[in-house]
């Protein structure tokens, strides 16, 4: 009985032991996720072997001291790598790290974009003296707590983003030294925590006006493409402006009723970050000091004066004889009057006044008219569009003008033969140029842009050329002669995606879904950039696979960008071709308003496409089946009938999880309540987890071409509708 207990007693020690007893990284002293996202960023980086103690695989970060890794808690807090020679890229994983605080990986060669999944509660990130190129990330816009952000001496292109609404402890920003383009986002605005800021040797253009409120004490823009005046505010600090187009002369003087300009500075409250945090972006009164009885005062003495002035205007009216006065009243009026209310509007918008303030249509008739608008009211001068609506937009100039002779000849007098396509503004053809290069003109019906609206096209063409992005068709030149309004792009050879999936030639093989899932990703970078790097936003309007260009490499890019914002009717042109055509959003149906939200529903749509090879609407389909998102949307999570889904070209060469996470991105996308949908930020993060996540290449054939080209004499799909 004893023996049995010693036995027995044995046995527990044993286990005890066994169980006890750990290696110190077995288990490890590092958070898992922590562990798993360094081991992808040691491997992203190329496995270096100056970051001792790092692993790829099964790593304990904290546990074993790696090289320049600070733990608290079982937590990565800070990665210090700075000036170690490293290259390669930064990996996609680092979202998990929600305890890191500081990463510094300047003065390395690290190439390749900034990864959209940066860890969201960093207090200082500094990437300078770097290869990164493509632009900053949104994802930047999710983190709060960010201090100091450095990014300079880089290649960062495209503009910025909108995204700064919530950086309010930013207190050093650095984006010097890049190729960022574009104008200074509104949301510059709520740095209100802001006191360095260096944006030189960049391509930034438009006014600096959003900064001037801002509690800074050091602001370097020199070497840019800044335009109008360095705000008064700006002028007593630490300030560097060289290598700008200023305008010459005083600043005018700002509207009636404008505060005083003021800066907010962190001087006022003993440095209190709480007094300064609200005073960057209100634009109100209560930042200038003036209250609402002083307001109200001004506004009274500015409408006493327009009073006056009306009374005199009136007055020196009513001399003219009564055959003039007749002559006047048989002039047209409304189109005058709407113009009036327009620019009135207009002006409303853009001004800084307060709401209330903008309630008062003071902004043009308080004001004494100009010497040239006291002239009778003839009719050439009545005739005439608003002077503040013309000079707006300034006339394009990056981008060529052609004349009707030179497009006429280079299209065969814009022949049949060369018709690539008639979409909802007008027909497309292919033109030759005498030096052999092809493009495609766009002709616009008259019933879109009607030919008295030059004016209007010229401040489209000038709207569109500011769009540059890889998967965007880049806008080449225009026409607008005789009352011709047509514009000239890029040529694409492989034509649209609609017609590689709907109207398969001998020249052609099916898409690979490597293919599919680059198309899907390049079209997705392009819409992000519309909604959330243009400011303002511009919706599409009109995603569809057709307006999917391919070029010879099946890169995706966009067509038609920034057009249908800029035609007066076209959400009634769209609204009727696109009726049933089972690209548009539910809301789109109800009321014919497009949004950024209906984009993403489009886009869904083509997603769809790519996966089914089906059409958005085929009604030689059985009944249940002639919607596609009805018919798919069901099937969408249930592994099973996914697989049956699948476009039968592909042969089944596919990766499943792969196709299962694009079957997720699609279910997002296509949901009919338009709030529930995402932006097009965090559809382009999930391609990208897809693309990095899978090994495609697993079950696939080909190359990422994935069909061969089309023939170049060929006119079949540049759908530029």
């Not at 500011?466 to 047509?486: A, D, K, M, P, R």
Request: net charge neutral; glycine share 8%; with cysteine.
């Amino acid at each position: 009985m004893m023996r049995n207990w010693r036995k027995a007693l044995i046995l527990v020690l044993c286990a005890v032991c066994i169980l006890g007893f750990k290696p110190r990284f077995a288990n490890g002293e590092t958070d898992q996720g922590d562990a798993s996202a360094l081991g992808l960023m040691y491997s992203a980086l190329n496995s270096p072997q100056q970051l001792t103690g790092w692993t790829a695989n099964n790593g304990d970060p904290c546990g074993q001291s790696w090289k320049g890794v600070t733990c608290s808690n079982k937590r990565v807090t800070k990665i210090n790598l700075s000036n170690l020679g490293l290259s390669g890229t930064m990996g996609y994983s680092l979202l998990s790290m929600t305890s890191l605080t500081e990463l510094d990986l300047s003065h390395n060669s690290l190439a390749g974009d900034i990864p959209y999944n940066l860890p969201p509660n960093l207090q200082r990130l500094n990437l300078e003296y770097n290869q990164f190129t493509g632009g900053v990330p949104y994802s930047i816009s999710q983190m709060p707590s960010l201090q100091y952000l450095n990014l300079a001496h880089n290649q960062l292109q495209n503009a910025l983003s909108d995204m700064f609404a919530s950086l309010s402890s930013l207190s050093t920003m650095d984006l010097s030294f890049n190729s960022i383009s574009g104008s200074l986002p509104q949301s510059f605005q709520n740095l209100t925590g802001i006191s360095t800021m260096y944006l030189q040797n960049n391509q930034f253009s438009g006014t600096i006006d959003v900064l001037a409120n801002l509690p800074l004490d050091k602001l370097d823009v020199s070497n840019n493409r800044f335009t109008g005046w360095v705000p008064a505010q700006l002028k007593s600090i630490n300030l560097k402006t060289d290598g700008n187009s200023w305008s010459s002369g005083p600043a005018p003087p700002p509207p009636p009723g404008t505060p005083p300009a003021t800066r907010n500075t962190r001087k006022h409250n003993s440095g209190s970050n709480g007094s300064t945090s609200n005073s960057g972006s209100s634009g109100g009164s209560s930042s200038s000091g003036i209250g609402g009885g002083a307001i109200a005062g001004i506004v009274i003495s500015l409408l006493i004066v327009g009073a006056i002035v009306a009374f005199f205007l009136v007055k020196r009216r009513s001399r003219r004889s009564s055959s003039d006065i007749e002559k006047f009243d048989n002039q047209p009026l409304a189109p005058r009057a709407s113009n009036e209310v327009q620019e009135i509007k207009s002006m409303k918008s853009s001004s800084s006044f307060d709401s209330q303030a903008l309630d008062t249509p003071i902004s043009i008739s308080l004001r004494p008219p100009p010497i040239d608008r006291r002239k009778s009211f003839d009719e050439e001068e009545f005739n005439k569009k608003p002077i503040v609506v013309k000079k707006s937009v300034p006339p394009p100039t990056n981008v060529k003008s052609y004349s009707i002779a030179d497009l006429q000849m280079a299209t065969g007098s814009f022949s049949v033969e060369n018709l690539l396509g008639e979409g909802s503004f007008g027909r497309v053809y292919r033109a030759q140029f005498g030096d052999g290069k092809v493009l495609a003109v766009k002709k616009i019906d008259s019933s879109a842009l009607p030919s008295g609206m030059s004016d209007d096209f010229v401040e489209m063409v000038s709207n569109i050329s500011q769009l540059h992005h890889t998967n965007v068709t880049e806008l080449v030149g225009y026409c607008s002669e005789h009352g011709q309004h047509l514009l000239v792009y890029e040529f694409h050879k492989n034509g649209s995606l609609h017609d590689f999936l709907h109207i398969p030639d001998e020249y052609s093989k099916p898409l690979i879904w490597n293919s599919r899932v680059k198309i899907a990703l390049g079209t997705a970078r392009a819409l992000e950039y519309l909604h959330e790097v243009c400011s303002p936003s511009v919706v599409h309007k009109n995603i569809k696979s057709a307006n999917i260009l391919l070029d010879a490499e099946l890169n995706p890019h966009l067509s038609d960008s920034g057009l249908a914002t800029s035609i007066p009717n076209a959400d009634e042109v769209l609204n009727r071709d696109d009726a049933g055509s089972g690209y548009s959003a539910p809301e789109v149906t109800m009321s014919g308003q497009y949004s950024l939200k209906s984009d993403v529903y489009s886009f869904g749509v083509v997603m769809l496409e790519l996966l089914t090879g089906r059409k958005p609407f085929d009604s030689t389909r059985p009944r249940l089946e002639q919607s596609l998102v009805r018919w798919a949307t069901p099937q969408l999570h249930d592994i099973d009938a996914l697989s049956k889904m699948v476009d039968p070209a592909l042969e089944g060469l596919y990766p499943v999880k792969s196709l299962s996470r694009f079957a997720d991105v699609i279910a997002l996308c296509v949901q009919p309540e338009p709030e529930f949908r995402p932006p097009m930020s965090e559809v382009v993060e999930a391609l990208v987890r897809l693309v990095q996540r899978a090994n495609m290449s697993k079950r696939t054939t080909g190359t990422d071409q994935g069909a061969s080209p089309r023939a170049d004499n060929s006119h079949d799909g540049h759908d530029y509708m």
